[in-house]
């Protein structure tokens, strides 16, 4: 199995760098986005084997549409490598619980376990205020954009599937 972590970052790159060591493993890459609002200079270790840096360096208002663009040209640029089986979005400064080796193996021992999930707001089964619905409210120059493609019964927000809500529980045997 080859997996792909997928960054994106906008500051912080010492920890972005111990993050990757972290989950370094043969068989993982890394694609990363620096936010084109960094302007410091981009470190050596981004030219390192195994990690990716984007081509385009894009804008990113953290909680907009922008950073749903990232994360579609993230996919779009790692699926056309071709090179990889799996993706895991991380933000720059997250860091790993577990080894990356830990990590690795878990994920390809279950590979046929899917790790997004999505749910039409509201939601009886939604921890957030209105069972989801209210985050529509909160994010209203998203929605004006996208009134007229949307039934609102049925959106599912893109900030929700960037929310720790999103992720699910890890196995206890993890």
Same mark, same amino acid.
């Given at each position: ?51 990716? =840096?984007?081509? @385009? ?5 953290? !909680? #907009?549409?922008?950073?749903?663009? /990232? ?49 039409? =707001?509201?939601? @009886? ?5 209105? !069972? #989801?619905?209210?985050?529509?409210? /909160? ?36």
């Amino acid at each position: 199995m080859n997996l792909c972590y997928l960054i994106m970052t906008h500051s912080c790159l010492d920890v972005l760098q111990s993050m990757i060591t972290a989950l370094r493993h043969p068989n993982v890459s890394f694609i990363v986005h620096v936010d084109s609002k960094y302007e410091g200079k981009l470190p050596d270790f981004l030219n390192e084997d195994s990690i990716y =840096l984007t081509p @385009e360096r894009l804008s990113v208002q953290w !909680g #907009g549409l922008s950073m749903v663009d /990232c994360v579609k040209y993230l996919c779009e640029y790692a699926h056309s490598l071709n090179k990889f089986d799996y993706y895991a979005l991380l933000s720059g400064n997250d860091y790993p619980v577990k080894s990356g080796a830990v990590i690795y193996d878990y994920l390809d021992q279950n590979k046929e376990n899917n790790y997004i999930a999505g749910l039409a =707001l509201p939601s @009886e089964s939604s921890p957030w205020i209105q !069972g #989801g619905y209210r985050r529509l409210e /909160c994010y209203p120059v998203f929605l004006k954009i996208l009134r007229p493609f949307f039934n609102y019964g049925a959106f599912i927000s893109p900030a929700q599937f960037l929310s720790p809500y999103c992720i699910l529980p890890v196995p206890a045997g993890m």
